[in-house]
Each structure stands twice: as structure tokens, then as C-alpha cells.
């Protein structure tokens, strides 16, 4: 059975380890290679594979030294010349399956926080970097906001039942932004109560269920009327589609909230 559980880096990055009974493991993102050695020495267990979605240092930091411990590990990741030692660039559609599991994975290319940003969907599990956060989105970088309004909009086309393992725990603060768009939804204090006490116990936020992205996440309900006049309310005049309503929601939480 596939397990996953984090690796916390820095001061709120993920690495995600996955396992599946085999003694061999997959990383997603190491962009700090020294916990991931650290606990792949604790477990005895021998990297195998490496997932990249995109190019930031705190996503690909670590690949030279983990390459050097293991080098007959397997480096998947996009089609990007700023990610060197890659043994394996995918993208749309390609599915696979990462040295040292079962589970196959497929590409989906969702471009907008960086322009070659990819997840990987495998097991009803989403591994989204740093394109869908919980209760956020990533900034835009070397994308564009229309770009990543679209990605937004594939990945809240995927089953509600989607777990998705985003990149950082921002949860909080995101859950702060949203109930600036959305001060009366319940459904939102409700969250922001089950992870307050989740944080306080110091357990992550994430992997989260896409139906309660949908839910509560603003750069996810991009067509529902409240979020429309809060957004429009920020812009200072009518907003004539989801994504022109994403974009101002994202200049909104940039330049205002964080």
C-alpha cells in the first residue's frame, strides 16, 4: 500500500516521501536534502525516484546531494533547462511509474506560478508543488495570471475525493485571505478551526481534500457570485470572467494581505 508523510524543510516546505513496502523511496520537491538523507538513513530505506514540478531552489536545492548518495536514483521533471541532472522530462499526459513503486503517475501540465510548472496524479493523490495550495495558489512568477486561473480550473475538474499534497504550510494565513473574500461562510470558520487545532498539536494542514478546496478555497470558486463582487469590490469595476475575477483576487491577496 502506498504510504506518504512529510519531511518538513526550512520553515514551512514539504518533502513528501513515498513508500510502498519495497525498502525503496520517492521524493517529491527536496529542496533541503539534508532532512531527506537523514531520514532515508533512519528507515533504511534507498532512494529511488525524485518528482520535481518546477524550477524554485526550494524545490530542486537538494537534487546534487541526494544525486550523489544515490546515483542510480531515477530524476523526473519538466521540460525546463533551469532543472539540470534530470534523467527523465515529462509532461502532459505522460504517465509512468517512478522506480521503486506500483502506483503509476500521470503528468498534467499547469503552468502559471512558473511557466513549466507539472503535478503528478497518481492513486487519487495530487502532488500540486506550488500551484494549488490548501485554501491558496501559488504567485505568479514566470507565468501568467490567465495561465494559472486555467490550471486552477483543470485541477478543480478532478474528482472531490482528490487528496492534494501541496508544497508548504501556508494553510492559515490563506484560510485569513479567503474569509476576507468570504466573511460569512460557515464552511470556512469550520476549517479554520479544524486546522487551528491541527497547528496547535503540530500536525500539517495538508494533504487536503479537493471538495473542500472547492469549498472554501477563493482562487477555486472563481464563478460563485460572492466571490465575483468581492473581487470586483477590490478592482473597482465589473470583471467580465473567472479569469479576470482570479486575477484580481490574486493582485488583491499580493498587495494587500501578505
Known amino acids: 500500500m502506498l504510504q506518504i508523510r512529510p519531511i518538513q524543510a526550512f520553515s514551512d516546505n514539504y518533502i513528501w516521501l513515498l513508500t510502498e513496502g519495497s525498502g525503496s523511496a520517492v521524493v517529491v520537491d527536496p529542496g533541503d536534502a539534508d532532512p531527506v538523507l537523514e531520514t532515508l538513513a533512519a528507515e533504511r530505506l534507498t ?24 546515483p542510480e536514483a531515477r530524476l523526473y521533471g519538466p521540460r525546463d533547462r533551469r532543472i539540470r541532472d534530470l534523467t527523465d522530462r515529462v509532461g502532459e499526459g505522460d504517465s509512468f511509474q517512478p522506480a521503486g513503486l506500483k502506483t503509476d503517475v500521470r503528468v498534467l501540465e499547469v503552468p502559471g506560478h512558473t511557466a513549466t510548472h ?7 493523490r495530487l502532488f500540486c508543488g506550488d500551484t494549488l ?6 504567485r505568479v512568477f514566470d507565468g501568467t495570471f490567465e495561465q494559472l486561473a486555467h490550471s486552477l480550473e483543470r485541477i478543480a475538474a478532478l474528482p472531490g475525493d482528490t487528496l492534494c499534497y501541496c508544497a508548504h504550510e501556508y494553510t492559515l494565513a490563506n484560510l485569513g485571505f479567503a474569509q476576507w473574500v468570504e466573511p460569512d461562510s460557515a464552511t470556512l470558520a469550520d476549517r479554520l478551526r479544524a486546522d487551528r487545532q491541527r497547528r496547535e498539536t503540530g500536525q500539517p494542514t495538508v494533504p487536503s481534500r479537493l471538495d473542500l478546496e472547492r469549498a472554501t478555497n477563493p482562487f ?39
Request: net charge negative; with cysteine; proline share 0%.
Open 133 to 138: 495550495f490548501a485554501a491558496g495558489c501559488g
Open 118 to 124: 507539472i503535478t503528478y496524479l497518481g492513486a487519487g
Open 47 to 70: 532512494l529511488t525516484s525524485v518528482l520535481v514540478t518546477h524550477h524554485h531552489q526550494d524545490h530542486i536545492g537538494g537534487l546534487d546531494d541526494l544525486l550523489a548518495a544515490f
Open 220 to 258: 477555486l470558486r472563481t464563478g460563485e457570485q460572492g466571490v465575483i463582487a468581492a473581487a470586483e469590490a477590490f478592482a473597482g469595476h465589473a470583471l467580465d470572467s473567472r479569469a479576470e475575477v482570479f486575477a484580481a483576487l490574486r493582485r488583491w491577496k499580493d498587495e494587500r494581505y501578505d
